[in-house]
């Protein structure tokens, strides 16, 4: 077995957790470290780009930022490890030296699954971009000036709109950026495409999910009014007055390593569900998982 390990280099828990990880992996598997993390931890050579790694599992430790950082460049399955703040997409809390550990075990045992959720391939005319697992933003290029977009569904104009700017979300993206603009919270388990908008000019336009098999566009009409593209605000790329932004389903998908399921129990911790999570749940069915581990 192979494992890969990524640490968000400027996070010194980060950091020490990779370390830790290394030495509780010990002779149990072939461990291929990326460069950024061997750098900062000194003493494992020149590591790996982080691209170049191939493993069965990528321990990805930092925040949130970081697991999206690292799902764009690489296509192993990845454990996300919190070292962060809200680290929503994350399946072992760092803070816990037990839960760490006992995770590094199972994952070497192979007592874990996969799952795979996904994401959101784009272009502007011939050039790809990368894909998104959260959501890809057409954003204004100047501060509190808005846009006029024009939406498109299977390249055909569905409506035009002023506002600050469109998100395209995954089902995992709804829980995060779309969110915050009133979009529709949607299982992980499911499909879908939710365009939400940005600061509207008619505050009463709704989001909506679209069939993930249709193509959404995002038109910028005016030819002398720039935007930017953000993808999973990692990747940003000018979007020239008058182009189109074209979003779809990608053919490649997330694949994160779960031992059970977590989605409900966070979004109770985050205080993100429009209801109690006291009510109807005893004090072991609250810190239960809702499906059993492999």
């Given at each position: ?81 919190n070292a962060g703040t809200v680290g929503f997409l994350s399946e072992i809390e760092g ?5 760490f550990d006992g995770a590094i075990d199972r994952v070497l045992r192979g007592s874990y ?182």
């Open positions: 077995m192979k494992i890969g390990i990524a640490a968000n280099p400027e996070k010194p828990r980060a950091v020490e957790l990779a370390e830790r990880a290394i030495d509780r992996i010990g002779s149990r598997a072939d461990v291929a470290i990326s460069s950024e993390t061997a750098k900062a931890l000194g003493g494992h050579g020149p590591g790996v780009p982080l691209e170049k790694i191939e493993a069965d599992v990528l321990i990805v430790i930092g925040g949130d930022g970081t697991v999206l950082y690292a799902l764009q460049r690489s296509r192993v399955p990845i454990l996300p490890v803070a816990s030296p037990v839960a699954f996969l799952e795979e959720r996904m994401k959101l391939a784009a272009s502007i005319g011939e050039k790809r971009l990368p894909d998104a697992t959260n959501e890809i933003v057409v954003h204004t290029s100047q501060v509190a000036k808005m846009r006029l977009f024009e939406v498109q569904v299977d390249r055909r104009p569905v409506g035009r709109l002023r506002a600050d700017g469109v998100i395209l979300a995954t089902p995992t993206g709804s829980t995060s950026y779309a969110l915050s603009a009133l979009g529709p919270i949607l299982d992980p388990g499911l499909e879908g495409i939710v365009v939400a908008t940005l600061a509207p000019f008619h505050p009463m336009q709704r989001a909506l999910v679209i069939d993930p098999l249709r193509t959404v566009g995002v038109h910028l009409v005016l030819p002398d009014k720039e935007a930017v593209v953000v993808i999973d605000g990692q990747s940003e790329i000018r979007l020239a007055g008058g182009s189109t932004l074209t979003a779809y389903r990608s053919p490649r998908k997330a694949a994160f390593v779960r031992f059970g399921g977590r989605f409900f129990r966070q979004l109770q911790g985050k205080k993100i569900l429009p209801w109690s999570d006291e009510v109807g749940l005893s004090e072991a069915e609250r810190h239960a998982d809702l499906s059993p581990a492999a």
